[in-house]
C-alpha cells in the first residue's frame, strides 16, 4: 500500500493501479486499497474498472471513511447511463454530508442538475456537425488541441518522438499540418524532450505560445512563447513573467490574440485568487510581453471546479470554455459566454460538441464556420479500453452573418446571428485550408509496394506477464494488441523498480522493442490495406509465444489468446477496414502458438521469483507474437 499511495501522490496512476491490485489480491475487501484502485483507474478514464473498484469500496463501509465515495461512484453511474441510481445516491449523500467541503457539494448539486437537465443536453443543435479526423492528424494516441493560422494547422500529440531508435520517448509534443503530413515543431536543447503542449498561434503564424509541463499528464504547466525565425525554425522559448507564472501554480492552455499595443491572453490556471480549481483568466501585454494586468474572467463562468481551454472568438466576442463545475451530460462540457449582453451567463452547447466524455479544446476559425473539438468519446482511438484518448474531430457551423448598424456607434461590436435576413452581408475572408479525413481509394497515387511490406517481416509485438486475460485457460480474448499494449507501455517503471540491476537493458527492450514493435504493426497495417485494395492475396502466419512460468497447457491457451489479440487488432482497425477482404478470403490469417517447448535454457520460470521470472528481459523477450511470414496467393 505505501508504494502505491507515494505513486498516487506522484500521479503516476498505472504504477499506483498495479500496486493497489497487488494489494487487492492479498486482501480483495480491503475498502483502502479498493478505493485508491479506483480512483487511480479514474484519473486514467478506465470508468469501468473505477466502478468495479468503488462499488467495492463503498459495500464495505468505505463511504464513511472517504466522503467524495458516492459522489464519485454518482458520475460514474451516469457515464454508465443509470441516471435514477446516481440521483438516488446523490440525494442520500447531500442529506448526511450537510457540512462537507463546499467544492464537493458544489460537484454533487451539479451532477443532480445535469440528471434532472439531461434531456436539454442531450437535444442535438443542428447548427453544428462534427467529424472524426483520421490520419495524420489523429494517431493512435492522444491528439487534442487544434488550431489554425493563416498558414498552417498545429496540434499536440502524445506519439512516439522517434528522431532515433536511442533517443525515441513518449511525450507530448507540437506538431504542425504540412503537405498531408504531421510534422513535429522543433526547438533547440533543453526544449527538445520536454512535454510541450497546448499551441497557440498568431493568425500569421509566426508567433507561437505553449506551455511546458512536469510530466506527460500536462500537470505543473508553465506559459512560454517563441518566435518563428524561418519556415522550419523556431527560437529559444522564453518562459513568461512571473505574474503569469507564480510559483506554486499551473498555468496552461493558451490563446493568445493580437492587439494594436500588444497581445491579450486567454489561460486556464490554478493560481490562487480564483473560484477554485481551475479558473479562466484573462491578461493583457505589452509587446516586448510584460504583463501589464491579469485578471479572472467572471464569477458567473468559473466555478469551485474546473474550466478549461479557453477560446475567445474576437468578431462575436464571445468566450468558449469547458468545465466540469457547470451542468451537463458528463465529464467536460463545452460553453460560451456572450459577451455582448449587460448579464453574462454560461450557455452549454449541447449534442453533437458535448457528449457524456470529456469534450475540450472548441476552436473556431475568427472569421469563418469551422474550426476543432478533442474528446475522448467513443469514436476517438482507445488503446486501452475506456483508458486514453483525445482525439481531434473538425467542426462545421452553420454560417453566420454579422449584422452591422448604418453608422455604427463608437465602440459598438457587431452582433453575430444565424441566418437572419440582414441589411447588409459582410463576406468573410477567404475560407482556410483545413484537412480533409483522407478517404481510401482503390488504387492510393502511391501504392505501397510488397517488397515495403515483406521488409518488416518478421514482426514482432510484446506482451505483459499473464497478458491478455489474466488467470483464464480461454484461447480468445475480446481485446485488441493495441488494447494490451498501453498498459504494459506504462509499466515500465514498475519493471525497472523490481529488477534496479537491469535498468538499462530493460530501457532499452521497452524503446527498442515493445515500443517499436507497435510503430512497426501500425505502418505493418497501413501497407496490408494498400496491397488488399490493389487486389492481392495475403495471408498471414502468426506465432505466438509466452515465458515458462506456467503449465505447458496454460501456456499454449495463453499464446493463443495473444494471437487472438493481433488479429483483433488488424479486424477492427479503421473501423473494420478488412472486414470485406476477410469475408472474401482475400485476406486470411493462419496461426501457430507455441507454449514454452520453445523459451530457451535459461530463462527463469520460478513463480516464487517474479524479479526473474516476470520483470527480466530475459523473461520480457519471450512473452510475445510475431508474424513471421507472408503468402501472397496467385489469382
Not at 261 to 285: H, P
Not at 548 to 559: G, K, Q, S
Given at each position: ?9 506522484e ?7 498495479n500496486?493497489?491490485s497487488q ?9 483502502e ?12 478514464k ?17 463511504a ?28 442520500s ?15 454533487a ?27 495524420p492528424?489523429?494517431?493512435s494516441?492522444s491528439?487534442?488541441?487544434?488550431k ?8 499536440t500529440?502524445?506519439?512516439f ?7 525515441k ?13 504531421a ?27 505553449f ?12 506559459l512560454?512563447?517563441?518566435?518563428k ?24 492552455q ?18 490562487s485568487?480564483?473560484?477554485g ?12 510581453f ?22 475567445y ?5 464571445t ?28 450557455k452549454?452547447?449541447r ?5 457524456k ?34 482525439d ?16 455604427p456607434?463608437e465602440?459598438?461590436i ?17 475560407k ?10 482503390p ?16 514482426l514482432?509485438?510484446y ?36 529488477n ?8 532499452n ?18 501497407i ?26 496454460y ?22 477496414s ?50 513471421i ?5 496467385q489469382?
Amino acid at each position: 500500500m505505501k508504494s502505491g499511495m507515494n505513486a498516487y501522490e506522484e500521479k503516476d496512476y498505472f504504477l499506483a493501479i498495479n500496486r493497489f491490485s497487488q494489494a487487492t489480491e492479498l486482501d480483495p475487501q480491503d475498502v483502502e486499497a479498493n478505493y485508491f484502485l479506483g480512483k487511480s483507474a479514474y484519473q486514467l478514464k478506465d470508468y469501468k474498472k473505477a466502478q468495479k473498484s468503488l462499488s467495492k469500496a463503498a459495500s464495505r463501509g468505505g463511504a464513511r471513511q472517504f466522503s467524495d465515495l458516492p459522489v464519485l461512484l454518482s458520475e460514474l453511474y451516469i457515464l454508465d447511463g443509470n441516471q435514477k441510481k446516481a440521483e438516488r445516491t446523490l440525494t442520500s449523500w447531500l442529506k448526511k454530508k450537510s457540512s462537507t467541503s463546499p467544492i464537493l457539494r458544489h460537484k454533487a448539486e451539479t451532477l443532480l442538475r445535469s440528471i434532472s437537465e439531461e434531456a436539454k443536453f442531450k437535444k442535438v443543435d443542428d447548427d453544428y456537425s462534427i467529424k472524426h479526423l483520421d490520419r495524420p492528424i489523429n494517431s493512435s494516441y492522444s491528439d487534442l488541441a487544434a488550431k489554425q493560422s493563416d498558414v498552417e494547422i498545429i496540434f499536440t500529440s502524445n506519439r512516439f518522438l522517434n528522431k532515433s531508435k536511442k533517443e525515441k520517448r513518449y511525450v507530448p509534443a507540437i506538431y504542425q499540418f504540412e503537405d498531408e503530413r504531421a510534422l513535429r515543431i522543433r526547438f533547440e536543447k533543453p526544449f527538445e524532450n520536454l512535454n510541450i503542449a497546448n499551441p497557440s498561434v498568431t493568425s500569421n503564424g509566426q508567433l507561437l505560445v505553449f506551455t511546458v509541463c512536469k510530466n506527460a499528464d500536462a500537470d505543473q504547466c508553465q506559459l512560454y512563447y517563441s518566435r518563428k525565425l524561418d519556415e522550419k525554425k523556431w527560437a529559444v522559448p522564453t518562459k513568461l513573467d512571473e505574474q503569469l507564472n507564480p510559483e506554486n501554480s499551473s498555468n496552461t492552455q493558451p490563446q493568445i490574440l493580437e492587439t494594436e499595443t500588444g497581445f491579450t491572453l486567454y489561460f486556464s490556471s490554478n493560481r490562487s485568487g480564483g473560484q477554485g480549481g481551475y479558473d479562466i483568466w484573462k491578461a493583457e501585454l505589452s509587446n516586448d510581453f510584460k504583463t501589464l494586468n491579469i485578471e479572472n474572467v467572471s464569477t458567473s463562468i468559473n466555478t469551485p471546479l474546473d474550466e478549461v481551454t479557453p477560446f475567445y472568438h474576437a468578431q462575436e466576442n464571445t468566450l468558449y470554455f469547458s468545465s466540469n463545475g457547470h451542468p451537463g451530460q458528463g465529464g467536460f462540457d463545452v460553453f460560451k459566454s456572450d459577451f455582448n449582453k449587460a448579464a453574462i451567463f454560461s450557455k452549454n452547447l449541447r449534442a453533437p460538441i458535448n457528449s457524456k466524455y470529456d469534450d475540450v479544446h472548441f476552436w473556431l476559425h475568427q472569421n469563418d464556420t469551422t474550426g476543432f473539438l478533442s474528446s475522448n468519446r467513443k469514436e476517438a482511438a482507445q488503446l486501452s479500453g475506456s483508458v486514453c484518448c483525445y482525439d481531434i474531430f473538425s467542426i462545421t457551423r452553420k454560417k453566420i452573418i454579422l449584422l452591422l448598424p448604418e453608422e455604427p456607434l463608437e465602440d459598438t461590436i457587431p452582433i453575430a446571428v444565424l441566418e437572419p435576413e440582414p441589411p447588409v452581408e459582410v463576406k468573410p475572408e477567404p475560407k482556410p485550408i483545413i484537412p480533409k479525413p483522407p478517404t481510401p481509394q482503390p488504387q492510393p497515387p502511391q501504392q505501397a509496394t510488397r517488397a515495403e511490406l515483406e521488409q518488416l517481416i518478421p514482426l514482432t509485438v510484446y506482451f505483459h506477464n499473464d497478458e491478455p486475460d489474466s488467470n483464464s485457460l480461454r484461447v480468445r480474448t475480446a481485446l485488441t494488441y493495441a488494447e494490451t499494449y498501453q498498459p504494459y507501455s506504462q509499466l515500465r517503471n514498475t519493471y525497472f523498480n523490481q529488477n534496479p540491476k537491469q535498468t538499462d537493458q530493460l530501457e532499452n527492450f521497452f524503446i527498442n522493442q515493445v515500443d517499436y514493435g507497435f510503430e512497426q504493426l501500425d505502418l505493418f497495417i497501413d501497407i496490408l490495406l494498400q496491397r488488399l485494395q490493389a487486389g492481392d492475396q495475403v495471408t498471414i502466419v502468426i506465432k505466438g509465444y509466452t515465458s515458462p512460468r506456467a503449465t505447458d497447457a496454460y501456456n499454449i491457451a495463453l499464446a493463443k489468446r495473444r494471437i487472438s489479440s493481433l488479429r483483433n487488432h488488424i479486424t477492427t482497425f479503421n473501423n473494420g477496414s478488412f472486414a470485406s477482404f476477410l469475408s472474401s478470403r482475400q485476406l486470411q490469417i493462419r496461426e501457430a502458438p507455441l507454449g514454452e517447448t520453445t523459451v530457451p535454457e535459461g530463462v527463469n520460470d520460478a513463480y516464487n521469483n517474479p524479479r526473474e521470472s516476470i520483470y527480466s528481459v530475459e523473461a520480457s523477450q519471450e512473452r510475445r507474437v510475431e508474424i513471421i511470414r507472408l503468402e501472397f496467393n496467385q489469382e
